[in-house]
C-alpha cells in the first residue's frame, strides 16, 4: 500500500473512480507506523477505535478530533416534504444525521497550505 495522501495510489477505487480508505489500508497504516506492534494489536486498536466512534454517535455524542474535525449527531423533526416534479406532500420521518465539520488545519492541508498544528 502506498501513502494514504497519495491520491496517484492505486488502492481501492469505487464505481465513480474515485479512490476509497478501507479498513485494512488504515489497519496497515497504523501497523506501519508503530514500530513492534503486532498485525492483531493493530487491528484491535482499529476496531475500538470504530467501535467507540460508533457508540459515541448512539449516545448524540459530539466527537472532536484534534487537527481533523469535529462529528455531531443533529436531530432533524418531522416535516412534510413534497416531490417537486408531482408536488404530491409526503411525510418526512424525525430522524438523527451525522455531520462532519473539518478542523482548520484539515481543510488547510486539502487546500496545499501550510499547516500549523496550534490552530485547532
Sequence with gaps: MGD???PTDEGSRGANGVRTVTRVELRRAIYDACVGLSR???ERILEAFVEELGAAFERSETVTLRSFGSFKVRHKRAR???NPKTKIEAP???RRVLTFKP???L???VNGETVDDDQD
Design 103 to 105: 478542523s482548520a488545519a
Design 40 to 42: 492483531s494489536d493493530a
Design 4 to 6: 494514504i495522501d497519495d
Design 107 to 109: 481543510t488547510a492541508r
Design 80 to 82: 412534510v416534504g413534497r
Design 92 to 94: 418526512i420521518n424525525a
